[in-house]
């Protein structure tokens, strides 16, 4: 368990040196930054104490992600094989597993730093909305940035270039992200309106936005995100057989 450790923490630190000295870092805190923040400070139309409630601040950070996550991801593997580095990582003594999960929690880290620096706009909202609701919310886009992520690389993995996993990613967010608001969503049977409502993030972020964080919701990003690393490292050995 201890070499495990040691290795991950090595492929971790290799990504992280070539994530955050890449001016893809800094641009990408500043366009979620920027879109989290733009409508607060500078809003259109008339400013109530409500308008920029925290429920509605915190509806804005998987749309803008839908941009952000795919530009992130997009790269991950296609640069490996572009580059040729692909056939270093392969010949590292490390598991697939290792390898995807040193890229994974790379750029996991790039979000969770987001984060931190979107806390500052969240205390300067009108209305601040509580200790409890401000841990459950955080922790639950903490979640939906695991999955959002982790099918970014699974789809990075299984692509042929940049373009087509950005816009693989990004139709995938937009629709888990939209999916109650399709038109005829309410119009469907029970059993299929019930269903649509589950799959969609924005279901699972009400109750965060509460204050509960609700195991339900929990297992609804994890067991999805352990999946996706799983079936990306599947893919990535059947990479380094075929090299």
């Given amino acids: ?84 580095t692909d056939a270093i990582l392969f010949s590292m003594p490390v598991s697939d597993l290792l390898i995807v999960s040193g890229k994974f929690t ?8 987001m984060l931190l620096l979107s806390l500052p706009v969240a205390f300067t909202l009108p209305v601040y909305p509580g200790t409890g609701i401000l841990l459950c919310s955080y922790s639950s886009l903490m979640l939906y940035g695991a999955l959002s992520l982790s099918a970014g690389l699974l789809v990075s993995v299984s692509s042929p270039n940049q373009a ?33 409502s589950r799959l969609s993030f924005a279901w699972h972020f009400e109750t965060a936005s509460r204050g ?15 999946a996706c690393l799983g079936l990306s490292s599947v893919l990535l050995g059947r990479r380094r057989y075929r090299s």
């Avoid at 290799?14 to 800094?26: D, G, I, Q, V, W």
């Avoid at 509960?212 to 352990?226: K, M, V």
Wanted: glycine share 6%.
């Fill in 164 to 196: 087509v996993a950005f816009l693989v990613t990004a139709v995938l967010l937009l629709a888990f992200n939209t999916i109650q608001l399709l038109p005829g969503a309410t119009a469907l049977p029970a059993a299929a309106s019930f269903l649509c």
């Fill in 212 to 226: 509960i964080l609700d195991s339900r919701d929990i297992l609804f990003f994890i067991l999805p995100t352990a």
């Fill in 106 to 113: 790379a750029v996991f880290a790039l979000y969770l730093s």
């Fill in 1 to 84: 368990m201890d070499a495990r450790h040691a290795e991950l923490k090595t492929l971790f630190g290799k990504e992280c040196r070539h994530l955050f000295r890449s001016p893809l870092a800094l641009i990408s805190v500043l366009f979620f930054l920027l879109g989290c923040g733009i409508p607060h400070y500078f809003p259109l139309g008339t400013v109530t104490t409500d308008s920029f409630s925290f429920t509605r601040y915190l509806s804005r950070i998987p749309f803008v992600a839908i941009l952000l996550f795919p530009v992130l991801t997009m790269g991950l593997w296609t640069n490996e094989r572009r580059g040729g």
